[in-house]
T-cell receptor, first 115, second 113 residues
Framework: AQTVTQSQPEMSVQEAETVTLSCTYD???????LFWYKQPPSRQMILVIR??????QNATENRFSVNFQKAAKSFSLKISDSQLGDAAMYFC????????????FGKGTLLTVNP | SQTIHQWPATLVQPVGSPLSLECTVE??????LYWYRQAAGRGLQLLFY??????ISSEVPQNLSASRPQDRQFILSSKKLLLSDSGFYLC????????????FGDGTRLSIL
């Protein structure tokens, strides 16, 4: 079974600085997808960024980028120029390829942004 | 554009009472639908998913059940709630297949007394 591990229960960053959130996963599949979701205090789950395993290029969405290391099964999220609105719980998630619809989530990292 | 509606937002129920949470999706057809539970301080646990009307897959055996009476309607139910059913319940949808992400509703906070 696939597992997703987020080893940092909590992280903090100063406003305007950069922070990296870690995620590792375990799978025997070669085709899969990885996601980062953000859950602010409102509890809504918001997609931040996604990565297809077959793509070597790291995904980027504005201030958010990932460092995808397929061999190491690592998928870290980098937030640049951190803003107060980035404060939230961040979840890493894995979905297998093909007709496998299931998302497996990590336990999350609580990010605090200090002014 | 697609939207997902989930209600109620908050629910307080006594132990042993029934439960019905509803989720509807607009702006898309034949979506995959999902129910998740998020216990306090934990990640999301997939409870049920559905790839079509009347098709339900259960991931975790428990006293909850799900139904999909219409293409864009997904219902989470229980005949008798337990204290351990407390949590935050999220409905989600996605298109299939491919790399498309799941999109979540605003969630229902369920407290069992």
């Amino acid at each position: 079974a696939q597992t997703v591990t987020q080893s940092q229960p909590e992280m903090s960053v100063q406003e305007a600085e950069t922070v990296t959130l870690s995620c590792t996963y375990d799978t025997s599949e070669s085709d899969y997808y990885l996601f980062w979701y953000k859950q602010p205090p409102s509890r809504q789950m918001i997609l931040v960024i996604r990565q297809e395993a077959y793509k070597q290029q790291n995904a980027t969405e504005n201030r958010f980028s990932v460092n995808f290391q397929k061999a190491a099964k690592s998928f870290s999220l980098k937030i640049s120029d951190s803003q107060l609105g980035d404060a939230a719980m961040y979840f890493c998630a894995y979905r297998g390829g093909g007709s496998n619809y299931k998302l497996t989530f990590g336990k999350g990292t609580l990010l605090t942004v200090n002014p | 554009s697609q939207t997902i509606h989930q209600w109620p937002a908050t629910l307080v129920q006594p132990v042993g009472s029934p439960l019905s949470l509803e989720c509807t999706v607009e702006g898309t057809s034949n979506p995959n639908l999902y129910w998740y539970r998020q216990a306090a301080g934990r990640g999301l646990q997939l409870l049920f998913y559905s790839v079509g009307i009347g098709q339900i897959s259960s991931e975790v055996p428990q006293n909850l059940s799900a139904s999909r009476p219409q293409d864009r309607q997904f219902i989470l139910s229980s005949k008798k709630l337990l204290l351990s059913d407390s949590g935050f319940y999220l409905c989600a949808w996605s298109v299939s297949p491919g790399n498309q992400p799941q999109h979540f509703g605003d969630g229902t906070r369920l407290s069992i007394l």
